[in-house]
């Protein structure tokens, strides 16, 4: 069996270990660099950009981290390496510079944000930009045709599903292994709340937990799950953490 080993020998920092956006913002070089000097593994989203590039970006609109309106994948990623996050320094990084600058440090959990219908090539590129890195990383995806993509490019990477939104049939298997039983856990930037669960949780808690029966992530995440996806999820107090 392949060793997977390496997906929960240490904290994963969501997004690039940012400080919930205030001097060192989500999904930026800065973020990641952070992430790499601390030895936390990263995990960050990818967007498909306007002239087939895959860059790192979390949200379909550009307004909650670059201030202007406008769909990402309406730009090209030379036009994305131009825009601002967040007012800082930091601009829009492609995977291809994001790889680069992490060069096999630390394992990359790596997130496809698909969007049904727009799809076509963009498992294809991530592979393509993949291909010859010296480093340990897994790819995910909210969306089955992505994972689906995947499988018949032959990814040589463990992808990792999202329980949620996947059926039985759509999960994957890793090559030699099974990814979707590792437990992984995530660096919050802030302690966990006892009322992480339940009506008083907070709006977004700042940890993801992938356990062998379910995922979570932020507060929306968990209340689209329905109780059986978070059959074997621990609170987060049982976890240990790194806090920013």
């Given amino acids: 069996m392949k060793d997977l080993s390496w997906l929960k020998a240490q904290p994963i920092a969501h997004r690039g270990f940012h400080d919930m956006n205030r001097e060192v913002w989500e999904n930026t070089l800065s973020a990641f660099a952070r992430a790499a000097e601390a030895g936390f593994a990263i995990e960050c989203d990818l967007q498909f950009a306007a002239d087939s590039v895959p860059v790192v970006f979390h949200d379909h ?78 790819l995910m995806s909210f969306d089955h045709w992505l994972l689906r993509d995947l499988k018949e490019l032959d990814a040589p990477y463990p ?49 993801h937990h992938l356990d062998g029966a379910g995922q979570t992530g932020s507060g929306a995440h968990i209340r689209q799950c329905r109780p059986n996806d978070l059959r074997g999820f621990r609170s987060a107090g049982d976890h240990d953490f790194v806090g920013a």
């Avoid at 669960?197 to 808690?205: E, L, V």
């Fill in 61 to 138: 609109d550009l307004q909650r981290l670059c201030g202007i309106r406008g769909d990402v994948r309406a730009k090209t990623s030379a036009e994305l390496g131009l825009l601002s996050i967040g007012g800082t320094r930091d601009k829009v990084p492609t995977l291809k510079q994001m790889l680069r600058l992490v060069a096999g440090r630390v394992p990359l959990i790596i997130e496809l944000k698909g969007r049904k219908g727009d799809d076509e090539g963009f498992a294809a590129a991530v592979l393509e930009t993949l291909e010859g890195y010296d480093g340990h990383v897994a």
């Fill in 159 to 207: 992808p990792r599903p999202d329980c949620r939104r996947l059926q039985s049939g759509d999960l994957l298997r890793a090559r030699g292994g099974d990814a979707s039983r590792a437990r992984l856990h995530f660096v919050p930037l802030r302690p966990p709340s006892k009322s992480f669960h339940g009506k008083g949780a907070r709006a977004r808690p700042h940890a």
